[in-house]
């Protein structure tokens, strides 16, 4: 995964001046003046690195999410989003039964769930800019209610189990970017920002005639992280925008706007 985060990081930093290049001829507007509209899809895949609470062990959670978004500008170069997607199923991790009175944990490297995702997205596009350069601010929230997920628990020596398991997850996220105006299609960028994840994962354990409840809470390792990109102006309505996160988390980030 970090290689193919390293090649997708590389790509945006090349392979903007070629589609400037290209783009130069037919510049578009900036899309900042106005009321304005928004809405768009995109694609995001992000691992990272928790904690549970009770028990100090640490594993990664990944997931890949795709969402639709409608957004409004209320006065000029201030969007507010609205987002709403499906996390599908991944990895398909089985937890391992630990200690009684029931106690599970996961195996490394494998948690993820499906389910669906709700958030919003705060932007305020180039409030300080020069001619070449433009900072600007976001804050997020990003909500994940999984699907409940059963597992059969086999890592017992003589009698088996059952698990059934849902996930919740916060995430916000706040940070600064350096824009780059290159020309008017290619703007490539570069921020940090922090990033807070927390969750819980309740659980619902049988073992012959024993039942028993487990909830497991755990948050993100790490908080502060960087973030490198760039927006493609295809026209003055339409912008691609690839993008990379790390550090906190490794995450590529793929969205299509359209602007009306």
């Known amino acids: 995964m970090k290689k193919i985060l390293t090649i997708f990081c590389l790509s945006i930093i090349f392979i903007s001046p070629s589609i400037a290049q290209i783009v130069k001829t037919t510049p578009a507007e900036k899309i900042t003046a106005g009321f304005e509209f928004t809405i768009g899809t995109t694609f995001e895949y ?3 690195k928790i904690k ?3 028990n100090e062990f640490e594993t990664t959670v990944s997931s890949p999410l795709i969402y639709l978004s409608a957004g409004i500008a209320p006065f000029e170069n201030f969007y507010i989003h609205i987002t709403g ?5 991944t990895f398909k991790e089985s937890p391992e039964f630990m200690e009684l009175p029931f106690s599970l944990q996961f195996e490394k490297n494998k948690l993820s769930f499906s389910g669906m995702s709700y958030g919003t997205k705060l932007e305020y596009k180039n409030f300080f800019e020069t001619q070449d350069f ?6 997020s929230y990003l909500y994940h209610s999984s699907s409940r997920k059963d597992w059969e628990i086999t890592s017992l020596p003589i009698v088996t189990g059952k698990a059934t398991g849902k996930n919740n997850w916060n ?3 706040g940070g600064v970017i350096i824009d780059y105006f290159y020309t008017d299609n290619v703007t490539p960028y570069f921020g940090l920002y922090a990033n807070y994840l927390s969750g819980k994962i309740d659980m619902e354990e049988k073992i012959e005639e024993l039942s028993g409840i487990q909830t497991l809470n755990y948050k993100g390792k790490s908080i502060f992280g960087v973030l490198i990109g760039s927006d493609f102006a295809v026209n003055e309505n339409f912008i691609i925008k690839g ?3 790390f550090l906190s988390e490794m995450t590529i980030y793929l969205s299509l706007n359209y602007y009306f």
Do not use: D, H, M
């Not at 997607?85 to 199923?89: D, L, M, S, V």
């Not at 433009?134 to 804050?139: P, R, Y």
């Open 243 to 245: 993008e990379v996160r």
């Open 171 to 173: 995430k916000f996220q």
């Open 52 to 54: 549970f609470k009770e």
């Open 134 to 139: 433009g900072i600007s601010a976001f804050l």
């Open 85 to 89: 997607g499906y996390t599908p199923p």
């Open 46 to 48: 992000f691992i990272q």
